[in-house]
């Protein structure tokens, strides 16, 4: 008798297939590769037949196709630990994110050659929100012997696309990235290097307009606003790819929210500082044997970690309030 319940719970491969969002010639090529079997094959016509507790590994499957998994990645998910399937997902989804990128860009050269104005490309900002954002990513370009040896890493590197202006400043060790979003945008996407120097003189005189266009053509950057105007002639060399190493970056596993002003003034003692998450306060920040407790929200398990001072206070600095 149970042996008949069992055989009147299946489904026929159609009716499955409805349930879960497949095709039955979907199932029938999961069935030949393994990865997905029937619950039973009837031997006399071959029909095959569902149970209902597959259903979930069925959509499971359809989700990750749809995905654009490999079936031989995708069978690592179905069936290899928790571990292998998280290494998995986040290789493909490295090489989507790659894939993406490299079909924008295309993208993108085909818009500003169908433009019609290959040369140039033109977005207006606030003034105001384009100082800020030079303050906020200046602190980032190298200076000293490592502007020396790459002179390009004290630059800031302006991109104009379809749709936000970013600007872009690292020395190797931090990495800062502002993102504008425009309220007009003209011409293809374009971007430029320029002097992080000449970059915060503009700033300054930017800040007190209300909006300012933002011209990148092959001479560099010229800033216009207020019946008046400033150029920025573009530096030579090649910026690093500075989005590979974001979409690289693994999603973080911490995060504390502090009051910036009280972090500043812990971080200009001289020395090593080693901040530590607290379940009371929230974050200590220790120097040699002294302590500072400041409160904050945090999330994630417990940390320990040092920081050289002269490298965290710019990037508190030039943080967001």
């Known amino acids: 008798m149970a042996g008949m319940d069992d055989t009147e719970a299946l489904v026929s491969i159609g009716a499955f297939a409805r349930r879960v969002g497949l095709t039955p010639s979907a199932l029938r090529f999961y069935d030949d590769c393994g990865v997905l ?40 998910v179905l069936d290899g630990s928790p571990e292998e399937a998280r290494a998995v997902l986040a290789r493909h989804a490295r090489r989507t994110r790659a894939t993406a990128a490299a079909a924008q860009a295309a993208i993108d050269d085909i818009l500003r050659d169908l433009s019609g104005d290959a040369g140039r490309g033109e977005a207006r900002v606030g003034g105001a929100e384009l100082a800020g954002a030079v303050r906020q990513v200046a602190p ?4 000293g012997a490592v502007r020396e040896e790459f002179p390009v890493l ?23 990235v502002r993102v504008l979003r425009p309220t007009a945008v003209t011409g293809g ?4 290097l320029v002097d992080v120097a ?14 300012v266009g933002i011209e990148i053509d092959g001479r560099g950057v010229r800033v216009h ?30 995060r504390l929210i502090v009051d910036r002003d009280a972090l500043r003034r812990v971080l200009a003692d001289e020395g090593p500082v080693i901040l530590c ?26 940390l320990r970690i040092a920081f050289d001072p002269d490298v965290l206070l710019p990037a508190v600095e030039a943080s967001v309030r």
């Not at 630059?155 to 800062?176: F, I, M, N, P, S």
């Not at 019946?227 to 596993?253: E, H, K, M, N, W």
């Open 37 to 76: 079997r029937p619950a039973r094959v009837d031997p006399a016509t071959g029909y095959r037949y569902y149970a209902p507790d597959q259903e979930p590994r069925a959509v499971l499957v359809r989700r990750l196709r749809e995905a654009g998994l490999p079936l031989v990645d995708a069978s690592v």
């Open 140 to 143: 980032s370009a190298a200076c």
């Open 154 to 176: 004290g630059c800031v590197l302006v991109e104009l696309t379809g749709q936000e202006v970013r600007l872009v400043a690292t020395d190797r060790y931090r990495l800062a």
């Open 189 to 192: 996407p374009r971007d430029a």
């Open 198 to 211: 000449t970059m915060k003189e503009v700033a300054s005189w930017a800040v007190r307009l209300p909006e």
């Open 225 to 254: 606003g207020g019946g008046d105007q400033r150029d920025i002639p573009a530096a030579d060399g090649t910026f690093p790819s500075y989005r590979v190493i974001l979409d690289d970056l693994p999603a973080a596993r911490h």
């Open 277 to 302: 998450t607290d379940e009371r306060h929230g974050l200590v920040v220790r120097h040699g044997t002294a302590e500072t407790a400041l409160r904050a929200v945090r999330t994630g398990p417990p």
